[in-house]
């Protein structure tokens, strides 16, 4: 099967080092699918390195934009993800090469998205610090009682620039890593590409991915090895199969949290009606190989 995983946050680390420590064993899961016969490309997130990132760049004085900072954030993770994924198939005797592409992903500068900023980024600041940061034109907000966050708008991708050279390296049997932390995104200006200050939700990147390539599966890994409604209360109901009409009714009725497990739903219920053979997965990194076999995980379709 040709898949599209969707790398969560938890598998990348937080910071540097502990990241390119930790990638080695996030590469074990994925190379497993390689070695089951499929064809993977892998779009992982990005919030807290572009945050940190960017805040670097403001204390060393250096007036990088956020875009900017979204590139460096694909090169570093993709460089750290493919020198991992790498050595594992090659400790597995497995020919095949990797590779990462810095992914502009155009969005529409007429987006609501960039009147309503909503992602957050970066660290946690007090409540002291909130008026010199949006002096400087930031957006803050308290989030979930840990402190201010900054936040930036998260536009709906609308293409992929380097879409073509995707789908050459994809069919050439390669291992491509793309549109990380959903892509830089660009808006149209005449020929050229304009990059805007906003994060771009790497489930629905990856959404847009899996329908661009045909992909049969649209693999979304996260903290938890399935979906649940009510969720942490005492009616927690964890889902093996979820209809598409199913997940919109629960949706409704607010059971998944917006900044979390909401932008994953949405994602995967997309995916799926594109055609009605694909089916999206939501599950742990751990749990992927079975969540494709059917023993665990959600299956949305």
């Not at 979304?220 to 997940?247: M, P, R």
Request: with cysteine; aromatic share 6%; proline share 5%.
């Amino acid at each position: 099967m040709k898949i599209v995983v969707a790398l969560g946050g938890n598998a990348l680390g937080k910071n540097a080092q502990d990241q390119l420590n930790l990638v080695y064993k996030t590469a074990k899961p994925l190379v497993d699918l390689i070695e089951e016969g499929h064809e993977i490309v892998i779009v992982h997130g990005n919030g807290p390195q572009v945050g940190m990132i960017n805040l670097a760049m403001e204390e060393t004085n250096n007036d990088i934009p956020f875009p900017e900072c979204g590139a460096m954030s694909q090169g570093y993770i993709g460089f750290h993800l493919q020198t991992a994924i790498q050595s594992e198939l090659k400790s597995r005797r497995i020919l095949k090469s990797v590779a990462t592409i810095i992914t502009q992903v155009i969005v529409s500068e007429t987006d609501q998205a960039f009147k309503n900023p909503t992602k957050p980024i970066g660290k946690f600041y007090s409540k002291e610090d909130v008026p010199s940061l949006e002096a400087k034109g930031y957006t803050m907000v308290e989030d979930s009682g840990r402190g201010y966050r900054r936040v930036v708008p998260s536009p709906l991708p609308v293409d992929i620039e380097e879409k073509e050279m995707i789908f050459t390296l994809i069919n050439s049997g390669n291992v491509v890593i793309t549109c990380g932390g959903g892509g830089i995104p660009v808006v149209r200006d005449g020929f050229k590409l304009k990059g805007v200050p906003a994060v771009i939700d790497k489930d629905n990147a990856a959404m847009l991915l899996a329908k661009m390539i045909d992909a049969d599966y649209l693999v979304v890994l996260t903290a938890v090895e399935k979906v649940a409604i009510n969720f942490g209360k005492d009616n927690e109901e964890w889902l093996d199969n979820l209809s598409t009409e199913k997940a919109k009714e629960y949706i409704k009725e607010k059971h998944f949290a917006p900044g979390s497990m909401l932008p994953k739903i949405e994602a995967c219920i997309k995916f799926a009606e594109s055609t009605p053979e694909r089916k999206a997965l939501i599950t742990s990194l751990d749990k992927a190989k079975a969540g494709l076999m059917g023993l665990t995980g959600t299956i949305i379709k």
